[in-house]
């Protein structure tokens, strides 16, 4: 497989180079792989439908086909999968595809421990050791922490916003030890994410370390998070013969979005051949994308900070490989888009409690709401009204080509739960009046000592802490 860059087509390279160099220093783009194959529909028409291990060596193996042995990457899937995502129906048309059943209790999970150990395996031949800066809003780090803490030759460093993560999340950061730190900085997600990127592209750091990023930036955290979409899709479709009796549904993915990393992941897994009809971009106050989407205009702006932290972006990466990947017209045809604030998130958590029992995390809770509105008539009233303003919360002012099928009830959701509620137990105590039950793993963090190094948001400072204590 070929790999180019969101700001240089002519750029090609190999997925090692692409992995271990995380982003293109010469430009600042993304790597992007020239096209993507798609599956045999001898394999997405398999019934029962294949388990998840057998789709990410499926899905995997172009990407890495020439570089990575079969055997090899096998070795890679089954130590890096000691768990799998589950599906929930809330009802007969509404399924929570659960990604939080890893070690740190987030979907990032999925994407860290691939990394880590393909990192690993193309490090063995190298001489020093890797190191991996990482920016996170809440979950990138603890995942990235978790999957590559102790791993040989490499060493991470995480930056994350002083103060802007919750509590049990900041344990889940700042408690490491070895070859793994936390840096707090005084700043917000942006922040931290743009001294990342200005240290990828410091020739003179890099001539002194070799540098790589465990972020969405990475295609190796994006190309495993298409595993789940791939699962899921076909889990469900096999389901609903049961379930609603709907003759070849049309799939949705509600996707809580701030990066849009992982968003981009289920584009990867719909170019690959997974039935999935189309996408809801579902975020919060940070809603940079979904304005993008309604006006044709991209701007980037200062993140605002929200009860659904890993959010809170608001210059998401990913938006260069979307943009190269679809016109935005296309986007439009794929995409619908849905925002809420604080008040609409607490809602939120308490409409889905109170209808199905189930306790969602705030940026799920997101996700709800926009796939409830959209089936019980907000399409419907965008399709036949008037637009409305996109500066309100809820529903954008752009109609996709799977509106009609919501209409005609063809459709069914798949809501992405990315995180256990109990990393966000006072807001979600605020919503329904009870805190969520809280898994031993993450208990037992809150008894660790923390060890996060404070910081400036000052690029220059930040530099010589990484050629001192690197």
């Not at 942006?190 to 990127?197: E, F, G």
């Not at 592209?201 to 789940?228: G, H, K, M």
């Not at 979307?322 to 619908?336: D, N, P, S």
């Not at 399709?383 to 099928?405: C, F, H, I, Q, R």
């Amino acid at each position: 497989m070929i790999y180019t860059d969101t700001r240089d087509k002519a750029v090609k390279t190999d997925f090692r180079t692409a992995v271990m160099n995380g982003m293109n220093s010469a430009t600042g783009g993304l790597y992007i792989p020239v096209s993507f194959p798609k599956l045999d529909q001898s394999f997405i028409n398999k019934n029962p439908a294949p388990n998840f291990r057998d789709i990410a060596l499926r899905m995997a193996q172009p990407y890495v086909e020439g570089e990575i042995p079969d055997s090899d990457l096998t070795g890679i899937i089954q130590d890096a999968y000691p768990f799998s995502p589950k599906i929930v129906p809330l009802d007969a048309i509404t399924y929570v595809l659960e990604l939080f059943h890893g070690p740190t209790c987030a979907f990032k999970d999925f994407g860290a421990r691939f990394m880590a150990r393909v990192m690993s395996y193309f490090n063995r031949s190298e001489n020093g050791t890797l190191h991996i800066l990482v920016a996170t809003s809440g979950d990138t780090g603890s995942a990235v922490g978790s999957a590559f803490h102790n791993v040989p030759g490499l060493d991470v460093t995480i930056l994350y916003p002083e103060g802007k993560v919750s509590l049990l999340q900041e344990k889940q950061l700042s408690t490491f030890t070895g070859n793994v730190r936390a840096l707090k900085i005084r700043g917000t997600f942006d922040d931290c994410q743009k001294l990342v990127k200005t240290a990828f592209t410091d020739v003179e750091l890099r001539r002194t370390l070799r540098l790589s990023s465990a972020n969405s930036i990475n295609i190796a955290r994006l190309l495993p998070q298409s595993f789940y979409y791939m699962y899921s899709a076909l889990a469900v479709r096999d389901r609903c013969v049961l379930d609603n009796k709907i003759d070849n549904p049309s799939i949705i993915a509600v996707v809580p979005s701030g990066n849009f990393g992982n968003l981009t992941s289920g584009l990867i897994a719909r170019e690959m051949g997974a039935p999935i009809e189309g996408f809801v971009a579902a975020t919060n106050t940070n809603r940079t994308i979904p304005d993008w989407i309604a006006t044709g205009s991209y701007n980037a702006r200062p993140s605002v900070e929200t009860y659904a932290n890993a959010m809170d972006v608001g210059a998401p990466s990913n938006y260069e490989r979307i943009a190269a990947m679809y016109t935005l017209e296309q986007v439009r045809h794929l995409f619908a888009s849905y925002w809420l604030d604080n008040d609409g998130i607490i809602k939120a958590i308490k409409s889905c409690y109170d209808r199905t029992g189930y306790i969602i995390d705030p940026h799920g809770a997101i996700g709800w709401k926009a796939w409830d509105d959209i089936r019980c008539g907000s399409m419907e009233s965008l399709m036949g009204g008037p637009a409305g303003s996109y500066e309100k919360p809820g529903l954008t002012p752009n109609v996709p080509d799977w509106a009609k099928e919501v209409v005609e009830k063809k459709t069914v959701g798949i809501l992405l739960e990315t995180a256990e509620p109990a990393k966000f137990g006072a807001t979600v105590s605020a919503a329904i009046g009870r805190e969520p039950p809280v898994p031993a793993r993450l208990a037992d963090v809150l008894k660790l000592e923390d060890r996060a190094v404070p910081m400036p948001n000052d690029y220059e400072q930040f530099k010589a802490w990484l050629l001192k204590n690197l």
